[in-house]
Every structure is written in C-alpha cells, then in structure tokens.
C-alpha cells in the first residue's frame, strides 16, 4: 500500500494557495455531482486553452510518486491532458484524453505512449492511480483504472532525479469547451511499480465527510 501524504475531498470548498500548493488559472469547486466513495465537493476545471488546475507537492526525496483520484467526464472531447506527477529536474508522465474518449499515458519530451484503454461512458465516475519512477535514467509510469492494470510506459535519456509534485489540470494548448470534475484525491509515495491503493470504500451511514490530511 502506497504512503499517502494527503488526501483532498474537496469539501473546504476554495481553490487558493493555500491549501493548495499552487493554483493554476481559475478552477472552482461545485456541489453537484460528488464522487460517493469519500466526495464531499468536487473540483470543476474547464478548458480555455491556459493550464488550469491545482497541485500539492510531494514532500521527502521519493524515486516514486504516486496519485490516485476520481475522474469524470460530462462532455465528448477533442482531446486534452489532465494529470501528471511531476519530477524534481527533467520529464514526468501525464494522462490524456484522446478523440475517441480513451484514456492514454506519455511522458513529456517523447518516449512511447501507453495502449489506450477502452471508450469511456460519459457521467461516470473513474478511479485512476499513477505510479512513476523517476530514480533511473529510463523513467516509467504504471497506472491503472478502475483496479485494472493499464500497463506502464516510459522515457530514456534523463537524469535520475526525485518525484516532486501531483497535479490535477488541463494544459495549455489543449482545446476549449469542456470540463473536467474531480471527485476525491490523494497523493504520497509507492514503494514500488505495483503498490496500489485500490479504490476508496464507500463511506459507513455515520460518517458525513473525509477531512483533508495534510502533511504533518
């Protein structure tokens, strides 16, 4: 089981810094629909062509990061980039949404994208872990969705380095009109390609909301 570092239900309901560690553009946080599995709020990032989005940053000098969080989409898309674990010096891996509304991985500065995964269904909340390695000089993502492995892919040539950053945004350049929702998110560090955390259990009938943890 992966160290979680934080987790973020979104329902303290502001997107500043803090309790972010940095704010890009202008996301907003809505009431409607919330992620059932620990969601009090979500998180609502629409594109319009400038990085928009938040991000915590990994604390201690980990070869592994790793991000786990709930997605939806409410609208087809052209295409558009959407999470990432960022390294200390070099590239780091993101996810994409592709024209035909699959989910793919790719490192920025080249390297083989990964196999995209079956069409997503519109309205439907999904659970997404990334698991990246950024201690060798070929660096690798594993990633899953839903529990399901989606296989990993890589990029050669770079310098070892540490895992710095979680990010939840849509990039710069990526097409306008759509929006993104985020229902629950937690980051951390994985001991190694594999060490999943599995979806979040549904909250019992006590429990109202997850409060953030935040790093001690």
């Not at 390695?133 to 989606?150: A, E, F, I, V, Y």
């Not at 990993?152 to 540490?162: D, I, Q, R």
Request: proline share 6%; net charge negative; glycine share 14%.
């Amino acid at each position: 089981m992966p160290t979680v570092q934080g987790t973020d239900d979104f329902g303290h309901g502001t997107v500043t810094a803090p309790p972010y560690d940095f704010v890009f553009g202008v996301p907003t946080i809505i009431t409607s629909p919330v992620y059932p599995n620990g969601g009090v709020k979500t998180l609502s990032v629409v594109t319009t062509g400038g990085n928009i989005g938040v991000r915590y940053n990994i604390t201690g000098t980990p070869a592994r990061g790793w991000n786990g969080f709930a997605f939806r989409l409410t609208a087809d898309w052209v295409q558009t980039q959407f999470a990432t674990i960022g390294a200390l010096a070099g590239n780091g891996p993101r996810l994409a949404i592709n024209v035909s509304r699959q989910l793919y991985g790719f490192f920025t500065g080249g390297g083989a994208a990964s196999t995209p995964s079956a069409t997503l269904d519109l309205d439907t909340w999904y659970w997404i872990e990334m698991i990246a390695n950024m201690n060798p000089t070929t660096r690798t993502c594993n990633w899953q969705l839903n529990g399901s492995d989606m296989g990993s892919f890589s990029k050669s040539g770079e310098t070892a380095s540490t895992a710095e950053m979680s990010q939840l945004l849509s990039y710069s350049g990526d097409p306008t009109g759509g929006t993104l929702l985020f229902g629950y998110w937690e980051w951390g560090l994985a001991a190694n390609d594999t060490d999943w955390l599995g979806e979040p259990a549904a909250p019992s009938a006590e429990q109202t909301f997850m409060p953030i943890r935040r790093r001690g």
